[in-house]
């Protein structure tokens, strides 16, 4: 996501802000779905618990920016960052499973507005949705989970088109589960305490364009052949 600054101050929020984020999903098996910051970022997201954000930019880099300061400052990159709409999302072509959890976020506390959204002191999701993480952001199809399938430790739900799975450039490949997605999207919004964001929200992300293909040293994913 672009995070171009407005150059503004940072104000003071005591009623939420409502933003877009995507996560990557954990089934951990003592406290359930979790929800896992896409890219870099914070750890897992505690069900029940707002996420409040620090500064944890090195000592060495904060010469001449002076102290410690309370997150997000104008001055430096921290905070927890949420997008206006879907649509800046950027859809490159990945190496790695894309993020099957899309869903908005309130902002509150100390926020700082960029060009293409905001970042914020505390955060919790408001409503979510799992998608099928192919269709959502690297090729089009129905989008709604039909199977889940499980990669490194995370969860992937995937669609009828998709079902047969994800193979990173290493030739790994996701493996299906008997998790049903429908009752993992339920344990997921009873665990965190928040609404199912309504399909039509969502449903741009299904019909856009498959993203071009990379030149042929950059590695990426590729759909694994159903066979029938």
Wanted: hydrophobic share 40%; with cysteine; glycine share 8%.
């Amino acid at each position: 996501m672009t995070t171009r600054e407005i150059p503004e101050e940072a104000e003071k929020r005591s009623e939420p802000i409502v933003g877009w984020r995507v996560w990557n999903l954990d089934d951990d098996p003592t406290y359930g779905p979790l929800l896992l910051p896409a890219g870099s970022g914070s750890g897992a997201w505690w069900p029940r618990h707002a996420e409040e954000a620090r500064c944890t930019l090195f000592s060495l880099f904060r010469l001449g920016k002076g102290k410690n300061h309370e997150a997000p400052d104008p001055a430096c990159s921290c905070g927890i960052y949420a997008a206006r709409s879907l649509e800046i999302f950027e859809r490159p072509r990945p190496a790695w499973p894309p993020p099957p959890v899309v869903g908005t976020v309130s902002l509150w506390g100390r926020v700082v507005e960029h060009e293409f959204g905001w970042r914020a002191r505390f955060a919790y999701p408001a409503r979510l949705r799992l998608v099928c993480s192919m269709c959502a952001w690297f090729e089009p199809g129905p989008g709604t989970p039909a199977v889940v399938h499980r990669f490194v430790g995370q969860l992937y739900p995937l669609c009828v088109k998709h079902r047969g799975g994800i193979e990173v450039p290493d030739t790994r490949v996701t493996k299906p589960t008997d998790i049903d997605p429908a009752a993992l999207q339920a344990r997921l919004l009873d665990a965190y305490g928040v609404e199912l964001l309504p399909l039509e929200l969502v449903e741009d992300l299904f019909h856009q364009p498959p993203t071009p293909d990379p030149p042929a040293f950059r590695p990426s994913i590729h759909a694994v052949p159903i066979e029938e």
